[in-house]
């Protein structure tokens, strides 16, 4: 069964076209490489098929739904999207970091519970960032950020 597909999209950025007539599916376990030169549209790609963006036409799906007919949420839960550079401002704690993952399954206000805490630890080991747990982000090389970076994006438990 298909996970995501794509069906024809154009996404235009500052007038120029960047994606045209763009299809693409997407089944459960499978691995997809996307190889291009720079500015030929790959990043800009996965933005709108994980919601960031909007197609100016065509239409994604998440698990045969419209993917604009589902909550941040409910993106989140399914999807998790790891930035090229994603810059973090605050002195937040790797764990913390982490816990952010956790966010789509947390009403207003609720504190992370077992199964939370479950899952950062599963990621934080899978990344190799256990022991850099209560270091600040901002004090990382660039290779612990990422996979601190990584492992908040596998705390989410994606399918995708």
């Known amino acids: 069964?298909?996970?995501?597909?794509?069906?024809?999209?154009?996404?235009?950025?500052?007038?120029?076209?960047?994606?045209?007539?763009?299809?693409?599916?997407?089944?459960?376990a499978e691995v997809v490489g996307l190889i291009g030169p720079n500015g030929a549209g790959k990043t800009t790609l996965l933005r709108t098929?994980?919601?960031?963006?909007?197609p100016d036409r065509g239409l994604v799906l998440l698990d045969g739904a419209p993917l604009a007919s589902l909550s941040s949420a409910a993106r989140a839960r399914k999807m998790a999207y790891f930035a090229q550079s994603a810059a973090i401002y605050w002195p937040m704690t790797v764990a913390?970091?982490?816990?952010?993952?956790?966010l789509p399954y947390l009403?207003?206000?609720?504190?992370?519970?077992?199964?939370?805490?479950?899952?950062?630890?599963?990621?934080?080991?899978?990344?190799?960032?256990?022991?850099l747990a209560d270091r600040p982000v901002s004090e990382l090389s660039g290779g612990e950020r990422a996979r601190a970076m990584l492992a908040r994006a596998l705390a989410s438990e994606p399918q995708l």
């Not at 913390?96 to 956790?102: D, I, M, S, T």
Request: glycine residues 12%; contains cysteine.
């Open 96 to 102: 913390r970091v982490v816990a952010l993952g956790r």
């Open 107 to 131: 009403g207003p206000w609720q504190q992370p519970g077992p199964d939370d805490f479950t899952a950062m630890e599963s990621a934080m080991a899978d990344c190799e960032v256990t022991t």
């Open 1 to 28: 069964m298909t996970l995501l597909s794509a069906e024809n999209l154009l996404v235009r950025l500052g007038g120029r076209t960047i994606l045209s007539g763009v299809d693409l599916g997407v089944l459960r």
């Open 49 to 54: 098929l994980c919601g960031l963006l909007r």
